[in-house]
């Protein structure tokens, strides 16, 4: 099983990046996915999820309106389109694979600076 994330960079305050995330291992159209982020000395966070067949969608209130989620299934990846970024949302950014209590799965992260 794999996840791997792409697409992490600097960037200045009010850009845009497109986080990718492409899993192999598994039935990826089985999965429930999410983007989490840890900045610096905080915990976790979960940032937005995407149901298996993509009809089902959440976000974090701090990012709701300029984070997007989608996926493809026949293409086993997963994506967070960012804009507006802010200082904030600097961070590791971690994609997840999730279809029950033993059946999770984590990449290893990207890496996002947002400075100018």
């Known amino acids: 099983v794999q996840l791997v994330e792409s697409g992490g960079g600097l960037v200045q305050p009010g850009g845009s990046l497109r986080l990718s995330c492409v899993a192999s291992?598994?039935?990826?159209?089985?999965?429930?996915m999410s983007w989490y982020r840890q900045a610096p000395g905080k915990e976790r966070e979960l940032v937005a999820s995407?149901?298996?067949?993509?009809?089902?969608?959440r976000y974090a209130g701090s990012v709701k309106g300029r984070f997007t989620i989608s996926r493809d299934n026949a293409m086993n990846t997963v994506y967070l389109q960012m804009n507006s970024l802010k200082p904030e949302d600097a961070a590791v950014y971690y994609c997840?694979?999730?279809?029950?209590?033993?059946?999770?799965?984590w990449g290893r992260g990207t890496v996002v600076t947002v400075s100018a």
């Open positions: 995407i149901s298996s067949g993509g009809n089902s969608i």
């Open positions: 291992g598994f039935t990826f159209s089985n999965y429930y």
């Open positions: 997840n694979a999730d279809a029950g209590p033993q059946f999770q799965y």
